[in-house]
């Protein structure tokens, strides 16, 4: 039976300032070109989500690849998870800092590998070892994100909460002035009917060397199961992390409830749980999809039959 495809993205759920918008709309509607053109052309979900994520990546407006936000010791480090609806088959890599494109990393471990998830040098060497160019850390690093780290230091050094990174567990406040929460991601459904979901991450700013958010666990920032639901998250991870959120989210449309019903809800619950802000875009098989977030704005857009559409979403 055939299918309209159906292609979702994000950029990202948090402040997004008025002179960002525009870059942040552009750069959703080139992801969305790149990664429907594949479908439109018989092309599988997994192919057209890696493409529309590798396009963010490159794309120094987000929050992923190139540009990402450095941590405390000055570097990038990247994670990201891609996962197959059809087969559950799934591929995450995380603290990588010589990959480009970690999404393509994450699609050698999916097609390549017994196993599903490698990390720091190892994911490097697996992606070397099949054909991945590695490069000098500093080609991430722009400085921008230079000026915004000292920035961020400087107010740590004068004991001014800093509100980009929400260091303590026990005050979900601290996060509440989201300023850095850029995370990329993209769900599709093919002309088979298979559903896929990737999200790709450079992390918190200022964050602790080593440490990994939501965004390539498998359940937490993505998931992708054909009998239930495909979803990509963004915003604080470590609450997504607790509730297993993209899991959450999917469960509840396979046992008959609608994305567009389930999407708010889970925001909700994040919120509502663990004062936690983010953004998701959930889509079902049947091509119905939801779309929520509770930060000022979350760059995202759908691209169906009828062509792209791109929305910086005011709650």
């Given at each position: 039976?055939?299918?309209s495809?159906?292609?979702?993205?994000?950029g990202?759920?948090?402040?997004?300032?008025?002179?960002?918008?525009?870059?942040?709309?552009?750069?959703?509607?080139?992801?969305?070109?790149?990664?429907?053109?594949?479908?439109?052309?018989?092309?599988?979900?997994?192919?057209?989500?890696?493409?529309?994520?590798?396009?963010?990546?490159d794309?120094?407006?987000?929050?992923?690849?190139?540009?990402?936000?450095?941590?405390?010791?000055?570097?990038?480090?990247l994670d990201?998870?891609?996962?197959?609806?059809?087969?559950?088959?799934?591929?995450?890599?995380?603290?990588?800092?010589?990959?480009?494109?970690?999404?393509?990393?994450?699609?050698?471990?999916?097609?390549?590998?017994?196993?599903?998830?490698?990390?720091?040098?190892?994911?490097?060497?697996?992606?070397?070892?099949?054909?991945?160019?590695?490069?000098?850390?500093?080609?991430?690093?722009?400085?921008?994100?230079?000026?915004?780290?000292?920035?961020?230091q400087?107010?740590?050094?004068?004991?001014l909460?800093?509100?980009?990174?929400?260091?303590?567990?026990?005050?979900?406040?601290?996060?509440?002035?989201?300023?850095?929460?850029?995370?990329?991601?993209?769900v599709?459904?093919?002309?088979?009917g298979?559903?896929?979901?990737?999200?790709?991450?450079?992390?918190?700013?200022?964050?602790?060397?080593?440490?990994?958010?939501?965004?390539?666990?498998?359940?937490?920032?993505?998931?992708?199961?054909?009998s239930?639901?495909a979803?990509?998250?963004?915003?604080?991870?470590?609450?997504?992390?607790?509730?297993?959120?993209?899991?959450?989210?999917?469960?509840?449309?396979?046992?008959?409830?609608?994305?567009?019903?389930?999407a708010?809800?889970?925001?909700?619950?994040?919120?509502?749980?663990?004062?936690?802000?983010?953004?998701?875009?959930?889509?079902?098989?049947?091509?119905?999809?939801?779309?929520?977030?509770?930060?000022?704005?979350?760059?995202?857009?759908?691209?169906?039959?009828?062509?792209?559409?791109?929305?910086?979403?005011?709650?």
């Open positions: 039976m055939s299918h495809p159906i292609l979702i993205v994000h990202g759920a948090w402040a997004i300032p008025e002179d960002m918008l525009e870059a942040h709309e552009q750069g959703v509607f080139d992801a969305l070109q790149v990664g429907y053109s594949l479908l439109e052309r018989g092309g599988s979900a997994v192919d057209a989500v890696e493409a529309a994520v590798a396009q963010m990546e794309d120094a407006t987000f929050d992923a690849g190139r540009g990402s936000f450095l941590t405390r010791d000055g570097r990038v480090q990201a998870l891609l996962m197959d609806g059809a087969t559950l088959r799934a591929g995450g890599v995380a603290c990588v800092e010589r990959l480009r494109n970690p999404i393509h990393a994450a699609r050698l471990v999916l097609d390549k590998s017994p196993h599903i998830y490698f990390v720091g040098a190892g994911a490097e060497e697996f992606a070397h070892a099949h054909g991945m160019q590695l490069i000098d850390n500093s080609e991430l690093v722009l400085d921008r994100e230079r000026m915004r780290l000292a920035e961020a400087k107010k740590e050094r004068a004991g909460p800093d509100l980009t990174f929400a260091g303590d567990d026990k005050s979900p406040e601290t996060a509440a002035d989201i300023d850095s929460h850029d995370t990329v991601g993209a599709a459904l093919d002309s088979e298979r559903l896929a979901a990737g999200t790709s991450t450079g992390g918190t700013l200022n964050k602790a060397p080593g440490r990994v958010g939501d965004s390539s666990l498998i359940g937490c920032g993505c998931y992708a199961d054909n239930s639901a979803v990509s998250l963004t915003g604080w991870g470590e609450p997504i992390m607790k509730l297993v959120l993209g899991k959450w989210a999917t469960d509840r449309v396979q046992q008959g409830q609608s994305p567009e019903q389930v708010p809800e889970a925001i909700a619950y994040l919120h509502k749980r663990l004062g936690g802000h983010g953004g998701m875009i959930l889509l079902g098989p049947d091509g119905r999809y939801g779309v929520a977030h509770n930060t000022p704005r979350m760059a995202w857009g759908v691209c169906t039959s009828e062509g792209p559409r791109t929305g910086l979403k005011i709650p």
